[in-house]
């Protein structure tokens, strides 16, 4: 009889921020019985956690996976970082700014500025090593440029109309 006694193989790859978990047993091995993961300082569990929902930072995969001999493979893991509230953030303050853009009423100015604010807080709160931080900033700068644009065309305008009326009463 053919007793196996190689463990299996666990490989974790991150593609284009889509993380996969692969077990495999070795040829002629008794077969997979059970993955397992754990997340950050989570428990281990039995099915891969839900990745979506992660406060922005960095984190850490970990798979491991038995055969049906009950052989362990080793761990093996993942750093990676999840940025999600921060792009939302400028999403959101990108909306205002549009809206700003469009009416250039001073309510939908100072929302515009205060969601700006929030993208950028949530940007520059990001590890240097989170691939998103360096665009989200220079995102928030840009949208930070065009914002204060509308606030400087704004000022011109008024003052040209002041001095519209100043010249009409004399």
């Given at each position: 009889?053919?007793?196996?006694?190689?463990?299996?193989?666990?490989?974790?790859?991150?593609?284009?921020?889509?993380?996969?978990?692969?077990?495999?047993?070795?040829?002629?091995?008794?077969?997979?019985?059970?993955?397992?993961?754990?997340?950050?300082?989570?428990?281990?569990?039995?099915?891969?956690?839900?990745?979506?929902?992660?406060?922005?930072?960095?984190?850490?995969?970990?798979?491991?996976?038995?055969?049906?001999?009950?052989?362990?493979?080793?761990?093996?893991?993942?750093?990676?970082?999840?940025?999600?509230?921060?792009?939302?953030?400028?999403?959101?303050?990108?909306?205002?700014?549009?809206?700003?853009?469009?009416?250039?009423?001073?309510?939908?100015?100072?929302?515009?500025?205060?969601?700006?604010?929030?993208?950028?807080t949530k940007a520059e709160a990001l590890d240097n090593e989170n691939p998103n931080k360096t665009t989200l900033l220079e995102?928030?700068?840009?949208?930070?440029?065009?914002?204060?644009?509308?606030?400087?065309?704004?000022?011109?305008?008024?003052?040209?109309?002041?001095?519209?009326?100043?010249?009409?009463?004399?």
């Amino acid at each position: 009889t053919n007793i196996d006694k190689v463990a299996p193989t666990v490989t974790i790859t991150n593609k284009d921020g889509k993380i996969t978990v692969e077990a495999k047993d070795n040829d002629g091995g008794s077969g997979i019985d059970k993955k397992f993961f754990k997340l950050d300082s989570n428990d281990w569990v039995n099915e891969m956690p839900n990745l979506t929902l992660l406060k922005d930072g960095k984190h850490t995969i970990q798979a491991k996976a038995t055969d049906l001999a009950g052989n362990e493979s080793e761990v093996k893991f993942l750093d990676f970082y999840t940025a999600d509230e921060a792009i939302k953030a400028g999403e959101d303050a990108l909306k205002a700014l549009g809206k700003a853009e469009e009416t250039k009423a001073k309510e939908d100015i100072v929302t515009a500025q205060n969601l700006i604010n929030i993208a950028k807080t949530k940007a520059e709160a990001l590890d240097n090593e989170n691939p998103n931080k360096t665009t989200l900033l220079e995102n928030v700068k840009t949208m930070q440029d065009r914002l204060d644009n509308i606030k400087n065309n704004n000022e011109q305008e008024k003052a040209l109309e002041e001095a519209i009326k100043a010249v009409e009463k004399a």
